[in-house]
């Protein structure tokens, strides 16, 4: 069965960056996978951020990043916001119409 | 600007069957895949499948055997049925349209309860 990885929680000071990895047990995250990330704030539904690894939707901020890093798919946040604590979910695709979530991490901005 | 809402009943019965619909507002419904996603309370986020415009359907592996996704062109609807639910299926229920695209765009979910 397909598992998709994440970090459970990071934590990050206001101004600072912090990056979250997406990984697969299939094996190295690529731009095939259609990386994509969403933010999730209490009490609300998920938000787009990121779609194919690196491509930001109109409303994403512009501290707001996606990459590929060592074989994961990766969300960089800079100049990190008080805002930006909520939890953040990957979606990786399998082919044939099939996808994955991530179990999510945690960002606490402390 | 496009908005989905789900609607149907917050309760379900277990062994019964969940029915849900996602109505679409301004934008067409045709030209895109239209997806379901659930969360169950506390949890994390799961795929359950997706309908597109033409009635080309997909559904997660380890829930194919109990849904099934039609749409609606002529309402701007779609829909997702869920049989023989158990508690497990308690979770915030999303529709959303092109899940993993430029056009991504989510519903504000609806909490389906399946009753112990």
């Known amino acids: 069965q397909t598992v998709v990885t994440q970090e459970p929680s990071l934590t990050v000071s206001p101004g600072g960056t912090v990056t979250l990895t997406c990984a697969s047990t299939?094996?190295?995250?690529?731009?095939?996978?259609?990386p994509n990330w969403f933010q999730q704030k209490p009490g609300q539904a998920p938000r787009p951020l990121i779609f194919?690894?690196?491509n930001k939707h109109s409303w994403t901020p512009a501290r707001f990043s996606g990459s590929l890093l060592g074989g994961k798919a990766a969300l960089t946040l800079s100049g990190v916001q008080p805002e930006d604590e909520a939890d953040y979910y990957c979606?990786?695709?399998?082919?044939?119409?099939?996808?994955?979530f991530g179990p999510g991490t945690r960002v606490t901005v402390l | 600007q496009v908005q989905l809402q789900e609607s149907g009943p917050g309760v379900v019965q277990p062994s019964e069957t969940l029915s849900l619909t996602c109505t679409v507002s301004?934008?067409?419904?045709?030209?895109?895949?239209w997806y379901w996603i659930r969360q169950p309370p506390g949890k994390g986020l799961e795929w359950i499948g997706y309908?597109?415009?033409?009635?080309?359907?997909n559904y997660n592996p380890s829930l194919k055997s109990r849904v099934s996704m039609s749409v609606d062109t002529s309402k701007k609807q779609f829909s997702l049925k869920m049989t023989s639910v158990t508690t497990a299926d308690t979770a915030v229920y999303f529709c959303?349209?092109?899940?993993?695209?430029?056009?991504?765009?989510w519903g504000q979910g609806i909490l389906v309860t399946v009753p112990s």
């Open positions: 301004g934008d067409f419904i045709s030209g895109y895949y």
């Open positions: 309908v597109h415009y033409s009635g080309i359907t």
């Open positions: 299939t094996g190295a995250v690529t731009s095939g996978y259609y």
């Open positions: 194919d690894t690196t």
């Open positions: 959303a349209r092109d899940m993993g695209g430029e056009k991504g765009h």
């Open positions: 979606l990786l695709y399998y082919g044939s119409g099939n996808y994955v």
